[in-house]
């Protein structure tokens, strides 16, 4: 009989953890900042990137946008949709403009200019309601944050436009109803506005979330109001965050672990599992998000999460590094470029659009290899050759992801390499390296307590030390 039970003992555990493993999360985080048309917000774009790395340490798939078009937001939201399907948590996050007309709420591209009511509702701004039922609809939880609350910045150019003037424009953002199994928070009550907080750091709701809604063993409901006292006593009363549930069990990012697996009480679907992870874990997947990054605030905003971190003599190296300047080697290759080279994020969808054939990419190997940043030219980009991408971005001050768009190959392609390569495969490649005695010490690895502001100096000298031996 006591087998029995250990087996049947056994066997639950077994099945939950498989359940947990199977468990899927994912999370749409989007910080829209630089608007074209109205004020613009320093610190939406860091309020998603420092989201994005909380969830991320939860086991979250993020997909993560900043400073996003009417035409990117669809792109990222298709995507969510996707891959939200059937999850067992679903997040939304956004930080930016947002605005309510006629009791209904959007969201503002960087690129909305709206004129009238009728500009809003007909595809300048994103219908949030609408948003949430197509892409989050299956999930088995749904978590939405809007710190959004800002001031309508077009309130006025909408009344004044308005055949009947009738129409209802207000601050803030308009009450909205949670359908089974969604929480809905938002940073300030309906029809207020809320604080961006200090430039370069995070708003004080998200600044909320990010030291609440992870915690070990606290669950999703509690985290809230957690986060409303937070908010409550760092504004001195001046916002109260707000929300509207109807979750139908408890919902926790970061469980407790617990030694009573076979016994333990049944939870809502969608519950997601014990993580491991400490708020070092956290530090760390925020010091990756930035630690490349060739933007002060980024930097700043690390610095100011964590005054005593582990990284922050690396944080103001590279603060120090970013502060002044490029070398004037990288300058001379820059000349020219076009500077939306230096602010537009590549993706694989952007790569994807240049089209490369395999002979075009034997062509970027060799380039990057002439200019210092030695890869093997296999004519596919594999891991390596992503690596040494990321250097080669990193050294001339493009942002650092790996992948190629339109105006970075273009810039690529630009460049002069002194020693051209004539090899098409990877076995000519001994032939083209400089003798041993002459090599240039190899560019430092990236990993995830890299010194980035080394890898920045690493690759200018590495392209300075590669052009010098194949002259």
């Known amino acids: ?74 792109e990222k939201l298709l995507d969510f949709g996707r891959k939200a399907q059937g999850s067992d948590v679903a997040v939304f996050y956004y930080a930016g403009h947002g605005i309510a007309v006629g009791g209904s709420n959007y969201l503002l591209p960087v690129d909305a200019d709206i004129k009238s009511e009728m500009d809003v509702k007909l595809g300048a701004a994103i219908n949030i309601d609408l948003t949430l039922e197509q892409t989050m609809g299956d999930a088995k939880v749904k978590l939405v944050f809007l710190d959004a609350c800002r001031d ?40 207020q506005t809320a604080l961006d907080g200090q430039e370069g750091n995070n708003s004080p709701f998200t600044r909320a979330l990010i030291d609440n809604i992870t915690k070990p063993g606290v669950e999703i409901q509690q985290a809230m109001t957690s986060v409303r006292a ?12 707000w929300g509207h549930t109807n979750l139908i069990g408890a919902v926790y990012l970061n469980q407790a672990p617990t030694t009573q697996v076979a016994n333990a009480a049944p939870t809502a679907a969608g519950v997601v599992p014990a993580a491991t992870s400490s708020s070092d874990g956290v530090e760390l997947e925020y010091w ?34 970013v502060k002044s300047g490029p070398s004037t080697t990288t300058r001379n290759l820059n000349a020219g470029v076009d500077p939306a080279t230096f602010t537009d994020d590549a993706s694989q969808l952007t790569e994807d659009q240049i089209g490369l054939d395999k002979g075009q990419r034997r062509d970027v190997q060799r380039r990057l290899t002439g200019l210092g940043f030695d890869t093997k030219v296999t004519g596919a980009f594999s891991e390596d050759t992503r690596t040494v991408l990321k250097r080669w971005q990193a050294a001339r001050g493009y942002p650092s992801t790996g992948y190629l768009n339109k105006l970075q190959h273009k810039a690529l392609l630009s460049e002069i390499v002194a020693a051209p390569a004539t090899a098409s495969d990877e076995s000519a490649k001994p032939a083209r390296r400089a003798p041993a005695q002459a090599q240039s010490a190899p560019a430092p690895r990236h990993n995830g307590g890299g010194d980035a502001g080394a890898a920045f100096v690493g690759g200018v ?10 002259r």
């Open 288 to 321: 990756r998000s930035v630690k490349e990054s060739n933007k002060p605030e980024e930097l700043n905003a690390y610095l100011s999460a964590y005054p005593n971190g582990q990284f922050k003599a690396l944080a103001l190296a590279r603060l120090a590094a």
């Open 152 to 191: 309508n910045p077009f309130a006025a150019k909408i009344k004044s436009n308005s055949a009947t003037r009738s129409v209802n424009v207000q601050s803030g953002l308009a009450e909205m109803k949670s359908g089974e199994g969604t929480l809905i928070a938002f940073a300030t009550g309906p029809g």
């Open 230 to 241: 937070q908010v409550n006593e760092e504004t001195h009363k001046g916002q109260l965050p």
């Open 1 to 74: 009989m006591r087998t029995l039970t250990l087996l049947a003992s056994l066997m639950c555990m077994a099945l939950s953890v498989s359940a947990a493993k199977a468990d899927r999360r994912v999370a749409f985080v989007v910080g829209n900042g630089t608007y074209k048309n109205v004020a613009q917000l320093p610190n939406p774009p860091i309020d998603a990137k420092a989201m994005a790395a909380t969830l991320r340490n939860v086991g979250f798939e993020v997909i993560e946008g900043s400073n996003l078009t009417r035409d990117q937001m669809t």
């Open 461 to 470: 000298v590495g392209g300075m030390m590669g052009g010098m031996f194949r």
